[in-house]
């Protein structure tokens, strides 16, 4: 096997972190703040793999969008796969995440072959699925019993049903993904600021307007309030984020039914008539902001909270921001109707293996090598969870959240946020395209453009004309 | 001369023989555009009959002209349209107005002017994406370049830049208007400098000078060139994309969805059919806007040509 330069640096800086480690000096903040090569190369130094696979050879590619959470977690985790399969040849393929989604539709669409295993978010799996795209990993499941059992234990059951496209039980019903990121819409705060003004992290929707009310200062530039509310999915999810907390849904007799829309009702209004109240102490980037945007206001302080906020554990990260101490999670609020209560949309990327991808049984093991786990006797080894964590990952699986959780308090938010998840969105091909539609005309009432009733009331007309296209009505 | 061998040339006669040499000549350029310009607008054509959702091609079907009729019933369909002519008359009159006194400033003979006339002009090489995510930083609102140098700088208040409704679109079209008044400025200047030397002489002699000098010389001899220009950036304005959809993407709200980025957000939601009904009215409105202009163009040409006859 040849290296490259860099893999020789990687690998001179694993020496020197490994002895920096003997002498006590290579702690877990030293961890967060080395780049995911480096420090794959430096817990591949240490990690000895109870199982080597030297027969087995070959090139596979995984597509996944840019960034600490995504395409930065396979990278550190490469060189302990590495040393379990020798002979396999990993090569990870990364696009910025705004246009990823699309793009992966776009290969799917055309069949492609281009890649063996693609990362991509929950909500896009029923689309994947309608193209043909998802290969049933059931069969490649067979033979790991020991670690299913493992796995089964160790993720929430809410998320791994989510991987079953279309739902349905466990294995071996169809199993689309192997889930080896987490996510859950909380609230995030800055704890330090919430001491100080003697608050706790709002229960309810009144007190999350109580809340922000009470911080706000924009002549010492300290904004309550940010949240992802530019046009399109960001706003759609923000908005669906609140409705579930009143209690409603996107159709009116979810799940299943006659796919009815449901935005022009008391949920609906509530949710919406919130965030826009919101709009009163929000940083101004907000207006237009993604979670890119949402997360650099967070990290340089100019602001506070978010009732609703996807969020990564990125600013628990200390090389992100300096308050990485201060930023806490808890569950999202409730509304105040008859049927509100904290409901947090689940969130995700999971690993499909395409139709028309190659060296299938090889790109399952890299996918299941990324859910490994950290029993050893079955080829797990935590090295790799840290290595996923390190590099700025959030898993789903408990054991991992629980043995950082001291360090991330973002796994805390993730864990409390677990036992009351509900799907992001319908799981219908159109889930996106829904949520683009109705994230525009959110986007239209928080800034002022639209009123309230007339965003709910388009929101149902395009909602309609989607699933109308879609043949759910005829 | 000797013609192309072979059995086919040998039995034509000359005409038919220079003919086929053209066609044969031609083919490789026609095969390109018909492969990459006829069929893909064939395609978009008739995909803008369909229903075809990227995200569900078994429910893919042709629906007539409901497309079009579901754009046309479309608030923000229409508003986009607006926006876009706002856009493009406003941009493309400010880059005019501000690129012809750039123009004048860089027609001295100044010690330097030449390094300035080549300094002047990089805006216009730069990416627009990597220009756009600049401009987008120096524009954050809070700690923004632009906003620390009126609030610390100059003791102002803070504008809300790009980050409002009311805002957003004239600081998109600073930027636009940044980048391109350069060229505009350079090819006013060309236009310029190709006047010749004795109609200046003669303007002197009769002690044309100052602004009349511009208005009653300079301006009706770069016609042409002024003619062009605006057509140019007109069509390049209409089509604005990639500084739109990389500072602000339609937002907030809907307050600068153009038309490009708004059949940009249609395609993203995977409705590719209605991306193509709406990249056809683009394209009409496009060539509209051309035909006027060329129509309008042709008529002050003749009518200023009458003038001079008499």
């Not at chain 1, 991987?163 to 294995?171: C, L, Q, T, V, Y």
């Not at chain 1, 990260?317 to 509100?340: E, Q």
């Not at chain 2, 002047?120 to 524009?139: E, Q, T």
């Not at chain 2, 060539?287 to 003038?307: H, Q």
Request: net charge negative; glycine share 8%; charged share 20%.
């Amino acid at each position: 096997m040849k290296y490259s330069d860099k893999d020789i640096h990687a690998y001179d800086n694993a020496v020197r972190s490994i002895e920096h480690e003997k002498k006590g000096e290579f702690t877990r903040r030293k961890m967060l703040k080395a780049s995911a090569a480096t420090l794959g190369a430096t817990l591949a130094a240490q990690f000895v793999p109870s199982t080597v696979y030297g027969d087995v050879s070959g090139t596979i590619v995984h597509f996944a969008a840019s960034g600490k959470r995504l395409s930065n977690t396979l990278t550190a985790v490469k060189p302990l796969f590495d040393k379990v399969f020798p002979n396999v040849k990993l090569e990870v393929v990364s696009k910025p995440v705004t246009e990823a989604l699309t793009q992966i539709n776009t290969y799917m669409g055309s069949k492609s072959s281009a890649f063996d295993v693609v990362t991509q978010d929950h909500a896009q799996f029923a689309a994947l699925q309608a193209m043909g795209a998802l290969t049933d990993l059931g069969p490649f499941l067979k033979g790991h019993e020991a670690w299913l059992a493992d796995y089964e234990e160790d993720v929430p059951e809410m998320y791994r049903d989510m991987w079953n496209i279309p739902k349905g039980p466990a294995p071996p019903g169809f199993i689309a993904g192997l889930a080896p990121d987490g996510n859950a819409m909380m609230t995030f705060y800055r704890k330090d600021v919430f001491d100080k003004a003697g608050l706790k992290p709002p229960k309810t929707w009144t007190e999350v307007l109580e809340v922000a009310k009470e911080i706000h200062d924009p002549a010492r530039e300290q904004y309550a309030y940010c949240a992802a509310m530019a046009r399109n999915f960001w706003a759609g999810y923000q908005y669906y984020g609140a409705l579930v907390s009143w209690g409603g849904h996107t159709f009116v007799d979810e799940p299943g039914g006659d796919f009815t829309p449901a935005h022009s009702t008391e949920e609906g209004y509530q949710a919406l008539h919130h965030l826009v109240e919101l709009q009163k102490y929000a940083h101004p980037v907000t207006a237009n902001a993604g979670e890119d945007e949402v997360n650099r206001v967070f990290g340089n302080g100019t602001a506070m909270f978010s009732p609703l906020s996807w969020g990564t554990a990125v600013l628990n990260d200390a090389s992100y921001t300096d308050h990485y101490r201060d930023w806490n999670m808890a569950v999202s609020p409730k509304g105040s109707l008859p049927n509100s209560d904290h409901r947090a949309l689940t969130g995700g990327f999971g690993f499909f293996l395409p139709t028309w991808g190659g060296n299938k049984e090889t790109a399952f093991a890299w996918s299941k090598f990324m859910n490994s786990g950290d029993r050893e006797d079955i080829g797990g080894s935590p090295l790799i969870a840290d290595a996923i964590v390190g590099a700025g990952g959030q898993l789903s699986r408990l054991s991992t959240l629980k043995r950082w959780s001291d360090r991330k308090p973002f796994f805390n938010g993730l864990m409390e946020s677990f036992p009351v998840c509900v799907n992001s969105s319908p799981i219908v091909p159109e889930a996106y395209a829904i949520m683009g539609a109705v994230g525009e005309e959110v986007a239209d009432a928080v800034n002022g453009e639209k009123s309230v009733e007339a965003a709910l009331k388009a929101c149902d007309k395009r909602v309609h004309r989607l699933m109308e296209d879609g043949g759910y009505y005829s | 001369m000797a013609g192309p061998s072979g059995w086919f040339f040998h039995n034509l006669s000359l005409v038919a023989r220079q003919r086929a040499v053209a066609y044969l000549l031609l083919a490789p350029a026609v095969i390109i555009l018909l492969l990459l310009a006829i069929y893909p607008l064939f395609y978009a054509g008739v995909l803008s009959f369909r229903v075809d959702p990227l995200y569900n091609p078994n429910v893919a079907r042709f629906i007539g002209w409901r497309n079009f009729s579901d754009l046309f019933e479309d608030e923000r369909f229409w508003a986009s349209i607006r926006l876009t002519l706002v856009w493009a008359f406003v941009v493309v009159g400010a880059q005019m107005i501000l690129g012809f006194f750039l123009a004048v400033l860089l027609d001295s003979t100044v010690r330097g002017i030449g390094l300035l006339r080549s300094l002047i002009i990089i805006p216009v090489f730069v990416s627009p994406i990597a220009m756009g995510l600049n401009w987008r930083f120096i524009f954050e609102p809070v700690s923004g370049l632009a906003n620390w140098i009126l609030s610390d700088g100059l003791g102002l208040e803070k504008y809300s830049w790009l980050s409002h409704v009311d805002t957003a679109l004239t600081t998109l079209m600073i930027v636009d208007c940044w980048q391109w008044i350069p060229f505009v400025a350079l090819i006013l200047l060309a236009g310029m400098q190709s006047i010749s030397p004795e109609i200046i002489e003669a303007a002197r002699l009769d002690r044309i000078r100052g602004i009349r000098f511009y208005t009653k010389i300079v301006l009706p001899l770069i016609r042409p060139v002024i003619m062009v220009v605006i057509l140019i950036r007109l069509v390049d304005e209409i089509r604005m994309f990639d500084l739109n959809f990389i500072m602000t993407g339609g937002g907030p709200g809907s307050s600068t969805l153009l038309a490009s980025t708004y059949d940009y957000t249609i395609f993203k939601h995977g409705h590719l059919g209605l991306m193509a009904a709406y990249g056809f009215l683009i394209l009409i409105l496009i060539n509209a806007v051309v035909a006027v202009f060329l129509n309008t163009l042709y008529r002050s040409e003749k009518a200023a040509r009458r003038e001079n006859l008499n």
